[in-house]
């Protein structure tokens, strides 16, 4: 019969035998005391589909509008076209009530503070954000100096690596929700003194011993990148000693390059000056990095100079090397933040696709695109109606959890609520490419990004104008300093020029892609001033680590791993073999156990002569994928997205250093927010191995 029997749903077929693993060991709902399941994934999904719809209640929605937003947040899950974050997938209606992924806290340098952000504090603060499954962010450039004096105490600083490390061993001890190691985002600003042993900290000799739940990222401005290119100096700045508005002298920067209008940028340094009885040395003109510098060097703030292209060799070498340090473009980031009226970003997440605001969390949940290609007369082609409705329903369950949450700390529920970011992100980007027959490393698969990213970020945006005229803007909306990132979208010519990439998108694809090369954006800005605005960003592509499995598709927007591979999880080692690649070798007549099982020894196809040219192309693994097209793939995806994308740049293990410089900065000119290499067995440990016989 149909539908239920015994507690089997037919939707439970749609789950792989990955997906069932991982939703077992993990996300499945046990009893604490006799540890049997409670619960079928079929009833999680309702279990977070009723707890989400219920928010509707508190907006005057009636039971039976409950019900029906309840339905359909149930149906987009159950069909695996959308599923939110981990943390909302395992906490929703639990004990637990932590549901975002996402946060960024602030570390003062100071042991507590009044507010709760100096370095003790946020120690406390993370281990509350760990215990529940959520990962954290940081930025330490405020921390003063190794050397440093310490006043109350006569005594020597010990350095922002050094509070790194116990930051490292309290999320060894805190599990996160008992079920997943914490992650953690460690940034340093690179005009900080002890920059250099910050990019060396993960890397030769301490590479797979030290700070092993970090990721590490320098904040990496403009004048920095200039300095590489002209082979200048640029100043270290010990953040303590200078008298500049605002916490830091980096924050005098921030008004110095443009990001506020000039009016804006007098009316808060003339705040600052009252509230902190400083004196400012020149009232009348926005400062330049130059005079910065001289106000540093007066107040001795400036430690030494260094040669901008030395530090650069270094990051790379790092990089290369291990992995880390990565990139996070700090004017980049804060130009294209929405509401940099609120205050300047200086963190991200762990993995980076969420560039926020101190104290500030973000949940995020993505489409699976795999699942919106369907065929027509013989062709495959995208369903745009079908996406547009996921996409609604999907931005409504997003905003929901920002009032189903419960948050480990009332700053974070102060700063979450008043700007009310949500992120929207895909999965199955590369496997709706094989779909459609395009190979990730073409300029028609570029094409495809750049206006998928186009269509998803209007729906998104679109669907969060609505959410504000029956429910509200977010408080800290105003429409006139808003900043619409479509304004400042680079074109998807001027990408392929950066990247001096050549080569014409074909007539099919543009017919393809016609529906969201079209949309209008100057009238979503007119709806926008005249409805509001519910939630301050609305987009991010996460990593979809495990969400992606759970779907049974390609993570994120990555390139297929490998058509056979092992993966490594905290819960066990599973073998795949991609079932989207068995259905071609099927097509073609090719799905004998040796073929596969030769295959399966290197995980790929591209030095096959045997296999048919067309599947050696659509089948292109990460590291055949040549690495300038993973970059225009994330600088694509970053153009039509308000927060930033979370993509690993894939290197073969003998490439070069070189490669990594040229990559880096090239990710600087395309206006990506962030970057990240791996090279191939650059450490002992990685997620996933290539072949099945390693
Ligand atoms: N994250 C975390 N611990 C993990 C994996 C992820 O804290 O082990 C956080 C981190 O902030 C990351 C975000 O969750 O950037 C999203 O990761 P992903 O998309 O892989 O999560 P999923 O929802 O698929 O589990």
């Known amino acids: 019969g149909k539908g239920k029997w015994n507690g089997f749903d037919e939707r439970d077929m749609l789950l792989s035998y990955n997906a069932l693993k991982v939703l077992e060991a993990r996300y499945l709902l046990k009893n604490p005391d006799t540890l049997r399941y409670v619960e079928t994934p079929q009833m999680m999904f309702r279990r977070v589909a009723n707890f ?7 907006y005057g929605k009636s039971e039976e509008e409950v ?33 975002s992924a996402c946060f960024v806290l602030p570390v003062r340098d100071s042991m507590t503070t009044p507010e709760g952000e100096g370095i003790y504090d946020t120690l406390r603060a993370m281990a509350l954000v760990h215990q529940q499954g959520g990962g954290t962010g940081f930025d330490f450039s405020e921390l003063r100096p190794k050397g440093d004096v310490v006043a109350s105490t006569a005594g020597v600083a010990s350095g922002p690596i050094s509070f790194m490390k116990i930051f490292d061993v309290s999320t060894d001890v805190v599990k996160q929700g008992g079920k997943r190691r914490g992650a953690n985002m460690g940034i340093m600003h690179v005009w900080h003194p002890d920059v250099n042993d910050f990019i060396k900290a993960k890397t030769g ?45 980096d924050s005098y920067m921030v008004k110095a390059r443009g990001y506020m209008d000039e009016e804006y940028i007098q009316e808060l340094i003339l705040k600052e000056l009252e509230e902190k009885d400083a004196v400012w040395l020149d009232e009348s003109s926005v400062i330049t990095l130059d005079e910065a510098m001289v106000i540093a060097e007066k107040e001795g703030a400036v430690t030494s100079k260094v040669n901008a292209r030395v530090i650069f060799d270094e990051i790379v070498k790092g990089a290369w090397d291990s992995g880390d340090p990565g990139i996070v473009f700090i004017d980049e980031i804060n130009r294209r933040h929405p509401i940099n009226y609120i205050g300047k970003i200086q963190a991200t997440n762990p993995c980076a696709e969420e560039p926020l605001l101190p104290w500030e969390s973000c949940n995020l949940g993505s489409v699976n695109l795999e699942k919106f290609v369907i065929e027509k007369e013989g062709k495959a082609i995208i369903d745009w ?56 490393d073409s300029v028609d698969a570029l094409y495809v990004s750049y206006n998928l990213a186009k269509f998803v970020y209007y729906q998104a945006f679109h669907a969060s104008i609505e959410l504000a005229k029956e429910k509200g803007s977010f408080p800290a909306y105003d429409p006139v300093l808003y900043r619409d990132i479509f304004d400042t979208a680079r074109s998807f010519n001027e990408l392929l020029e950066v990247a001096k990439l050549k080569g014409e998108v074909s007539p099919s694809v543009k ?109 292109r693994t990460a590291h055949e994928v040549a690495p300038e097209y993973h970059l225009l793939h994330q600088a694509s995806w970053q153009q039509w997205n308000d927060s930033g994308v979370s ?12 490669t990594v410089s040229k990559i880096y900065m090239m990710a600087w000119r395309l206006g990506v927010k962030g970057i990240t290499v791996y090279r191939d067995k650059s450490k002992s440990q990685q997620v996933i191995y290539f072949g099945i016989k390693k």
């Open 67 to 99: 019900k029906k937003i309840a339905d359909k947040f149930y149906e987009i899950m159950s069909s695996l076209k959308f599923l939110p974050n981990t943390p909302t997938l395992m906490n929703s209606g639990t004990r637990l009530g932590v549901l």
């Open 52 to 58: 989400l719809a219920k928010v509707d209640t508190s």
């Open 511 to 619: 017919r393809l892609m016609e529906r969201a090369e079209s949309l209008d954006f100057s009238q979503l800005k007119g709806e926008r001033m005249i409805k509001g605005l519910r939630n301050s960003t609305v987009m991010s592509i996460a990593p979809t680590g495990t969400i992606s499995i759970i779907s049974g598709t390609s993570s994120g927007i990555e390139p297929l791993f490998a058509l056979a591979f092992i993966r490594n999880v905290a819960v066990g080692k599973f073998m795949e073999v991609d079932p989207l690649f068995l259905e071609y070798l099927k097509r073609y007549e090719m799905d004998d156990p040796e073929v596969v099982s030769k295959i399966a020894e290197t995980g790929s196809v591209a030095e096959n002569v045997f296999i048919p040219r067309t599947i050696r192309n659509v089948f």
């Open 647 to 658: 993509k690993t740049i894939n290197l073969k293990s003998e490439e070069t250093p070189e």
């Open 385 to 440: 109606d079908s996406l547009a409705d996921t996409i609604r329903y999907a931005v409504r369950m997003l905003d929901n959890v920002i009032d189903a949450n419960r948050y480990p700390l009332k700053q974070i529920e102060e700063a979450t609520k008043k700007t009310r970011k949500v992120g929207l992100g895909v999965m199955g980007f590369s496997r709706l490419l094989v779909r459609l027959g395009i190979p990730y």
């Open 205 to 249: 000799q301490l590479k797979d011993a030290q700070l092993q739940n970090f990721n590490i990222s320098v904040g990496i401005y403009d004048y920095f990148m200039k300095a590489v290119e002209r082979d200048e100096e640029v100043p270290l700045v010990n953040p303590r000693k200078t008298r500049v508005p605002g916490s830091n002298w």
